[in-house]
């Protein structure tokens, strides 16, 4: 039987807070980061740690088209 992943809210609400800290788009939020910087990482690798696990959620998110997930979320907020 195949498993359903179901996102944890709590990490799609970090998406909308979180901001990047450094490089070309410091101060950005990660939900607002453009693909093509998080296919850059996704090439390079990600950092460690928490920003590396909100940037890699982030760009599977982009890549599957589940924008809408943090689009609905941010109306809510």
């Known amino acids: 039987m ?27 939020l990660i939900a607002d980061l453009p693909v093509s910087y998080l296919e850059w990482f996704q090439r390079q690798g990600f950092p460690a740690g928490k920003l590396g696990m909100l940037l890699s959620t982030m760009y599977e998110i982009q890549i599957n088209g589940l924008g809408e997930l ?7 907020q």
């Open 70 to 76: 943090l689009h609905r979320l941010r109306k809510m």
């Open 2 to 28: 195949e498993e359903i992943s179901v996102p944890d809210p709590a990490i799609l609400k970090e998406l909308l807070k979180y901001k990047m800290p450094f490089g070309k788009y410091k101060d950005t």
